[in-house]
């Protein structure tokens, strides 16, 4: 079966504008989740959905935003881009997202770089 | 969740056993110990986990010693597509999703 597809794989933007980048859970997985990645802070959640509810959030500000579908698909939105915010970033989808018995699927990133 | 602590870096020949340890010695008794790696520039792929018995699937065997405090992920004959970023992860059993992924040890398999 399919994997998780994030999309666009690369994107550059200008410092101030706004992002939207998209992720599309593997066919039957209700919970995503969203990671960060840059060289100096490593991997760092962002949020976590599931069934069109934020449950779970990182400390990020509020410029970082998400929400999902009732497809389960899910996007965040990054608004007034900070050079700072240039990274790969990550969407991962699971089954039930309750509980510890569950792996979670990542999909292969988006990497944006703001210039 | 529990911090967890590992080697900043490994080498392994290839074709032989890459054994990476884990120290986790907060945990708690209902967390579980998760194993994930990321190829560079790639999505971090889940290889296993266990809560207290040792556990074995086509990837790799996870060894959990008998108080949880530590555990060794144990690849059975590195190659060379084994070099990557391995994570050693502890997992609350709350509704709470999120992984907390450290620096990891950078396992580099020389041939």
């Known amino acids: 079966k399919a994997g998780v597809t994030q999309t666009p794989r690369y994107l550059i933007k200008t410092r101030g504008q706004q992002v939207t980048l998209s992720c599309s859970p593997i066919?039957?997985?209700?919970?995503v989740s969203w990671y960060q990645q840059t060289p100096g802070q490593g991997l760092q959640f962002l949020f976590e959905y599931f069934s069109e509810t934020q449950r779970n959030k990182g400390n990020f500000p509020g410029r970082f935003s998400g929400r999902q579908f009732s497809n389960s698909r899910s996007e965040m939105n990054v608004s007034t881009l900070e050079l700072g915010d240039s990274a790969l970033y990550l969407c991962?989808?699971?089954?039930?997202?309750?509980?510890?018995?569950?792996?979670?699927?990542f999909g292969q990133g988006t990497r944006l770089t703001v210039v | 969740d529990a911090k967890t602590t590992q080697p900043t870096s490994m080498d392994c020949a290839e074709g032989r056993a890459a054994n990476l340890p884990c120290n986790h010695s907060t945990i708690s008794g209902n967390e579980y110990v998760y194993w994930y790696r990321q190829i560079h520039s790639q999505g971090p792929q889940y290889i296993i986990h266990g809560l207290k018995n040792n556990e074995t699937n086509e990837m790799a065997s996870l060894i959990i010693t008998e108080d949880r405090k530590s555990s060794t992920l144990i690849l059975p004959h590195a190659t060379l597509r084994d070099t990557a970023v391995y994570y050693c992860i502890v997992r609350a059993t709350s509704n709470d999703y999120k992984l907390s992924f450290g620096a990891g040890t950078t396992v580099t398999v020389r041939a």
């Open positions: 991962a989808s699971s089954l039930v997202g309750t509980g510890a018995n569950t792996e979670a699927f």
């Open positions: 066919s039957g997985h209700r919970s």
